[in-house]
């Protein structure tokens, strides 16, 4: 079921006009990280904060990047995301994995856990959990937001939502 669901999510973000993918790694998001990466416009970022910056460059190039992390790292990366991406419209989807929330338990995430989604409320950055039934609608709704309102957008991963467990 979990390998179906990453070729669910890597065919749709492939399928429609999504990319560069710049992605920082990630136990949680590994499955769709192996489809993605023989792609010539996947690219392995050392730091959330500079994968950032360059889907920023991308989206003012005309492309429609998208940026892959934990939410640990999604904390590393605040700073570019209120002082650049969300001030000035900058559109990129983020998929960020939830460490610290559902099945993982780990005491060392749950801060990031709580503090993600108040986060991009904070920031005006829309987001929804991904859900296996739902990935192609939101996937479509991710790109209207990028296409319509030129705004960041963030699809959330639970830690089980791929299979990995604590």
Known sequence: MQKETARSVSDGLTDLPFGPYFATPCGILAPLLARLEGRDDYMVIAREDNAVGEAAGAALCGAKPVVLMQNSGFGNSVNALASLVAP??????????????????????????????????????????????????????????LDEKHEPYALLVRPDFFGWSA
Request: charge should be negative; hydrophobic fraction near 40%.
């Open 88 to 145: 000035y419209r900058i559109p990129m989807l983020l998929i960020v994995s939830m460490r610290g929330t559902h099945a993982d338990p780990t005491p060392e995430n749950a801060g990031m856990g709580k503090l993600t989604e108040p986060i991009l409320q904070g920031l005006g950055i829309g987001y929804q959990t991904l859900e296996a039934d739902h990935v192609n609608d939101q996937l479509l709704e991710a790109l209207r937001v």
